[in-house]
């Protein structure tokens, strides 16, 4: 199963209505190209004042549809083919007029004609002026939409072409990718809250240096994506990392060890499944001190440390019904050791990672993992992307919590 993180035997139709935003359409065509989709592009006749069909004719490399009866693509494929065609239905920027006509049953146009005749999920982002976005016609038309079940990727707030400021510009075109995504993925952790933490933590020494170790970050917050795109709840309790949050997610900065423990606890009820994969700091500094350390009249120095808690293995102790899973970074005896965390923390699913391997572990995009869990079970995953490795945790995760 896993997350269809690659589009490539999907089929998008998208349809783009006349606003400024229009020419944002034309980045989120291309991440859907990117990702292997086969997208087909449904101009409005407004749309076009504001971008021509060769723009999308160039980037899908498909012809751009305008109008209701062409002779020659009639003639091809019909004019509610691509209805029946998609696999999932977006339209982007969605002006008011056109979630209007679709909220009133119209169909006066090929958009607007191929919505009504489609049974592929819709995802609509408005884009519009603030004034329009507050008027009840449109939030009702919005609010009736919803029900029926179509779903929508609200504008965001900002500067609009209008000279207004506030809500109705076009969400940003990574997020409508992700949420055509997530309506593609099975929705098969829709019950879940899962707890993730991810990174590093970072001890201070003094105001400006730390102890930390070379985690970014990435596997924790592509499991959290990956949760979140299966639709789950996701927390995601993260050490300092450079990535940006996954769409969806809630997350919790923190620095330290001592932080991370207080914000899982704080957190740690909600949730169902419990993922750690941060790389939190064993040690920290007996004392912090106040002032930079200076160097005058010091030719060595040491510093005494002090251990930080186990936070898993004190989710561990407490656990109850949650699903517990746990991360081993080892350097030597990878299965030996992991196998004794699983046992000692209570885990019910380790995920053992050989850092010295060049392509997994650490700051890298792959990863190369062996799933164990705790009947003497093993899986040896190959070198793969650290999305691919979160599906595959996820994907056993499910299958272990079913069999409970
Ligand atoms: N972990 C934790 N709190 C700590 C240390 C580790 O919650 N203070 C969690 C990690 O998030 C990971 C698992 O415990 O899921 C194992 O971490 P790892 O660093 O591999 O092992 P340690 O238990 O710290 O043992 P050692 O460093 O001796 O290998």
């Not at 291309?30 to 407004?46: D, N, P, Q, W």
């Not at 499944?273 to 009249?297: H, L, S, T």
């Amino acid at each position: 199963m896993g997350i269809a993180m690659h589009l490539r035997d999907k089929t998008i139709v998208i349809g783009v209505c006349g606003g400024i935003a229009a020419y944002k359409a034309a980045e989120l065509v291309r991440l859907y190209v990117k990702a292997g989709a086969e997208v087909h592009v449904i101009l409005t006749r407004s749309a076009q004042e504001f971008i021509t069909p060769l723009t999308f004719q160039t980037l899908t490399g498909n012809p751009v549809h305008t109008e209701m009866f062409n002779l020659v693509q009639e003639r091809e494929i019909g004019h509610i083919s691509l209805a029946d065609r998609a696999d999932v239905f977006v339209v982007a920027p969605a002006t008011a007029n056109l979630i209007g006509k679709v909220a009133a049953g119209l169909a006066d146009d090929l958009l607007s004609t191929s919505l009504m005749a489609t049974k592929a999920p819709v995802l609509f982002a408005p884009a519009m002026n603030v004034n329009m976005w507050d008027n009840p016609i449109y939030q009702q038309n919005q609010a009736r939409l919803r029900m029926l079940g179509y779903r929508f990727v609200d504008p965001v707030t900002g500067f609009l072409a209008c000279g207004w400021e506030g809500k109705g510009k076009l969400a940003d075109p990574a997020e409508i990718f992700e949420e055509t995504l997530a309506l593609l993925t099975p929705q098969d952790f829709a019950d879940e809250t899962v707890l993730v933490t991810a990174g590093p933590t970072r001890e201070e020494i003094d105001p400006v240096r730390f102890i930390s170790n070379y985690s970014s970050g990435k596997m924790g917050y592509a499991l959290a994506r990956a949760a979140r795109l299966r639709g789950a709840r996701v927390i995601l309790v993260s050490g300092p990392s450079a990535l940006a949050v996954p769409w969806g997610v809630e997350r919790l900065a923190v620095v330290s060890a001592e932080e991370m423990r207080e914000a899982v606890l704080s957190r740690w009820e909600e949730a169902t499944v419990v993922i750690k994969a941060a790389a939190v700091a064993d040690y920290r500094p007996a004392v912090r001190a106040a002032g930079k350390v200076k160097k005058e009249g010091r030719e060595s120095l040491s510093l005494a440390l002090e251990k930080n808690p186990d936070i898993l293995a004190e989710l561990g102790r407490r656990k109850g019904h949650r699903f517990l899973v746990g991360f081993a970074a080892e350097t030597s005896d990878l299965l030996e050791n992991a196998r004794k965390k699983l046992r000692a923390k209570n885990l019910d699913l380790m995920v053992a990672n050989d850092v010295t391997q060049e392509r997994a572990g650490f700051d890298v995009d792959t990863n190369i993992v062996r799933l164990l869990g705790p009947d003497e079970a093993e899986e040896a995953l190959p070198e793969m992307s650290k999305d691919e490795v979160a599906g595959h945790i996820l994907d056993r995760i499910r299958a272990l919590r079913r069999k409970a």
